[in-house]
């Protein structure tokens, strides 16, 4: 079992920079591939950025590649979303899961665990 919470999230300009982190609790973090999702009103759950478990191998979702960086730390527990650039398409719910390694990494339905989500805004 895995609970995750998501912190960061907030109100930003255009232009601006967001950290987001995910918080783990249990012992086997170390050993599930962990992603983030978001979701726009309206609009479907979408895959963002993933990393393996051992934080060697990250996959970016096209529209934020250059611009988001996911990381790890498993010694905390804990995997971030650095966002810089953002844009106001990025507006949405940030969601963290996790999934045990060897599953595709875009697909939701590949995730076991989630959290409850962080509200990110960004204003023109």
């Known amino acids: 079992q895995v609970q995750l919470v998501e912190s960061g999230g907030g109100l930003v300009q255009a232009g601006g920079s967001l950290r987001l982190s995910c918080a783990a609790s249990?012992?086997?973090?170390?050993?599930?591939?962990m992603g983030w999702f978001r979701q726009a009103p309206g609009k479907e759950r979408e895959f963002a950025a993933t990393?393996?478990?051992?934080?060697?191998?990250?996959h970016y979702e096209d529209s934020v590649k250059g611009r988001f960086t996911i990381s790890r730390d498993n010694a905390k527990n804990t995997v971030y979303l650095q966002m810089n650039s953002l844009k106001p398409e990025d507006t949405a719910v940030y969601y963290c899961?996790?999934?045990?390694?060897?599953?595709?990494?875009?697909?939701?339905?590949?995730?076991?665990?989630w959290g409850q989500g962080t509200q990110v805004t960004v204003s023109s």
């Open positions: 899961a996790a999934r045990p390694s060897g599953r595709e990494w875009t697909s939701p339905y590949n995730y076991d665990y």
């Open positions: 249990g012992r086997t973090f170390n050993s599930y591939g």
């Open positions: 990393i393996s478990a051992g934080g060697i191998s990250t």
